[in-house]
């Protein structure tokens, strides 16, 4: 089941389609955000991985992308992050 970007809570959703105007049932923030996307990523160009995406200002905020895809899990995310810092950290230790 996808989490919520900003509280980290599961989020069921009843239709697997977000509107633009759903929001997160714990914390009250928007769903059909580009935080909240599964094509979002910071290390790409406009932090999207679909080439045909237009540019949005907040990635916080609602918008009305087309291509959005709610269920980038990103507290998983962010445990991979933190597990490759420790071990580029680690190859740097004396």
């Known amino acids: 089941m996808p989490r919520c970007s900003f509280c980290g809570r599961e989020v069921e959703l009843i239709y697997r389609k977000v509107g633009r ?6 914390c009250g923030r928007d769903l059909h955000a580009c935080l909240q996307c599964r094509f979002y990523d910071r290390s790409f160009h ?3 991985r679909e080439s045909q995406a237009a540019m949005v200002g907040d990635k916080e905020r609602s918008n009305f992308c087309e291509f959005f895809e709610f269920g980038r899990d990103a507290q998983a995310e962010r445990a991979k992050q933190e597990e490759s810092r420790k ?3 680690g190859l740097f230790r004396k």
Request: hydrophobic letters at 10%; glycine letters at 0%; a negative charge.
């Open 21 to 26: 105007q759903d929001t997160c049932p714990h």
């Open 46 to 48: 406009n932090q999207c």
């Open 87 to 89: 071990r580029l950290e």
